[in-house]
């Protein structure tokens, strides 16, 4: 999108002030050095907005690594790095979203997906410890380390719930592991799981970034892969902060990329079967592969800004766990790649790429003993082709305003949140919806998702009758066919509703995808129940007929 994220072009003399300052203690190097052995890099920065930032703004121990290229240079992962010159990004995007309290479940009662049908229709995942809604982006590493459902309560905050209100810095300015002595990844605490694995720490920060090979794979030389103990990677105390800025800014250019290696993956491969690959207009990227320390890394730079690509890094279906094979039966462990996977695909798609493509599904239910899919949080599938999209509105639009500096000029906020936060820039804007006011803006947004609430209410009674009703055919002794069948009706019901489950706009980024999958959940439910009780009745007949 022309508009998403507009990166504010600093003069040379500014840039070089700022670099010089950050070099204090390191002179800076002639680029034409350091261009000798990285094309990509000479490539990028040589022609980009960054032509003018010395290498030591962002890389420190350069003196040793020109004169021993074995002595890897530092790398500042940190805001504060691109904060140096971007100040008003810098400081938007530390800003703290209290619209909603930290640790705010989605299985309360009034929430997305509240109990008691929740823990029901999810026994045997972890996610039924805590399931948090979102807070603000620069917190996305701490609370991942902090839920109940991921690390079993070992890595807690210093000062007990007085971490809510501390203003976003590095995880273990807050944290501290109870458990230091091992990093072993087992439950501390009563009630809590270990769900959190290498992978899904890729969405939380990259800060480990040049440690980790493309899709995760071991490699030699790469201090973490797929198969690294999570808790052994944030002891390492190099995952410090979320969100990093270089997610979405190419650090050596200023242009837009993306570094999520299991997107680039879903982007570029030959079945061309994304959501972006049927688009006739999206946007073009090109693949690098920057790779120096043995092992291949790549990023993916974007012909123009696209949030549904950029902000697709993380605001995506994907699957981050190992599982079973559903067509051996076998278990599927990270050594496979498939456990690094996007399919950008809409919810519609979801049962066939799982189940007949990939041939893979998360967990086990504990009632039915059937397999099922674990969401993710699927906005940016579910935006693509809805009616905002067509109209060219973008994520950046609604949830980051545009205002004005101290410095009177007009800048993308990076203060990423709902636009009931900013009703009159989002909504009210670009002349869409002529005579509606802030009132009506919000109302709007409610009633919308007030109704897919209710029919997200709908679909899990029937779910839940779906899950009682097989039970019941196992106890009855039905035959494994018949119960076959049936756990697949109910695969098919759930997949149709626990995707809105996840995706975190209550379906307001596209309310007619949201009731056409919701409403056909319940229809997948009732064709199961009705398996089971053509089965029942069709077992009790002779019984009946002999009295």
């Known amino acids: 999108m022309a508009n998403f994220i507009t990166v504010i072009a600093m003069s040379a003399l500014f840039m070089l002030f700022a670099s010089s300052a950050m070099a204090a203690q390191e002179k800076p190097v002639n680029p034409k050095t350091c261009y000798e052995c990285h094309d990509v890099v000479k490539e990028l920065h040589a022609g980009g907005k960054h032509k003018n930032v010395n290498c030591v703004s962002c890389h420190s121990g350069l003196k040793d690594h020109l004169a021993d290229s074995s002595k890897r240079p530092v790398v500042d992962t940190s805001w504060e790095a691109c904060g140096q010159c971007h100040k008003n990004q810098h400081d938007t995007f530390l800003q703290v979203s209290k619209h909603r309290p930290a640790r705010d479940e989605k299985s309360q009662l009034t929430n997305r997906a509240p109990n008691p049908y929740w823990d029901k229709l999810m026994m045997g995942h972890g996610f039924t410890k805590e399931h948090g809604l979102t807070r603000s982006h620069p917190f996305m590493l701490l609370d991942q380390l902090v839920v109940d459902r991921a690390f079993g309560g070992r890595f807690q905050p210093k000062n007990g719930w007085e ?40 969405c939380k920060t990259q800060d480990h970034i040049l440690d980790w090979a493309y899709m995760g794979d071991p490699k030699a030389g790469a201090p973490f892969s797929r198969a690294s103990k999570p808790v ?185 949140v709902t636009p009931k936060e900013h009703i009159k820039s989002s909504c009210l804007t670009g002349g869409c919806h002529k005579g509606w006011n802030e009132k009506d803006a919000v109302y709007a947004i409610d009633s919308v998702k007030a109704y897919t609430k209710g029919k997200m209410r709908k679909a899990e009674f029937w779910i839940d009758r779906l899950i009682d009703k097989i039970v019941e055919g196992k106890k009855a002794g039905l035959d494994a066919a018949v119960i076959k069948q049936a756990q697949d009706q109910h695969l098919r019901a759930h997949i149709l509703w626990e995707y809105w489950t996840a995706e975190n706009s209550d379906g307001f980024h596209n309310p007619e995808m949201a009731r056409e999958s919701l409403t056909q959940s319940v229809d997948e439910s009732m064709k199961g129940i009705k398996m089971i009780d053509d089965a029942l009745a069709a077992k009790a007949a002779p019984a009946a007929a002999a009295k």
Request: charged fraction near 25%.
């Open 163 to 202: 971490y809510v209100n501390n203003k976003p810095g590095k995880v273990w300015d807050t944290i501290v592991d109870k458990e230091p002595s091992t990093d072993d990844q087992k439950a501390f605490m009563r009630q809590t799981a270990t769900t959190v694995n290498p992978v899904c720490l890729q």
């Open 232 to 416: 052994a990677m944030v002891q390492s105390k190099k995952l410090q902060h979320g969100l990093n800025c270089f997610y979405c800014h190419d650090p050596h250019s200023a242009k837009p990329r993306i570094v999520r290696d299991a997107l680039i993956q879903a982007l570029t491969r030959p079945e061309a079967d994304t959501l972006w690959a049927k688009d006739p207009n999206h946007t073009k990227i090109k693949v690098y592969d920057m790779g120096m320390r043995g092992y291949t890394r790549k990023i993916a730079i974007l012909e123009k800004y696209d949030s549904r690509l950029q902000c697709g890094q993380c605001h995506v279906e994907y699957n981050c766990n190992p599982g079973t094979d559903t067509k051996t039966g076998e278990k599927v462990t990270f050594a496979d790649d498939r456990t690094n996977h996007f399919p950008y695909k809409d919810v519609f798609q979801l049962y066939d790429h799982y189940e007949n493509q990939i041939h893979m599904l998360d967990f086990k239910h504990a009632l039915t003993g059937g397999l099922l899919w674990k969401a993710q949080h699927p906005e940016s599938e579910t935006y693509y082709n809805s009616a905002h999209a067509k109209a060219g509105v973008g994520c950046d639009t609604c949830h980051m305003e545009k205002v004005k500096g101290k410095d009177g000029k007009t800048f993308t906020s990076h203060y990423a």
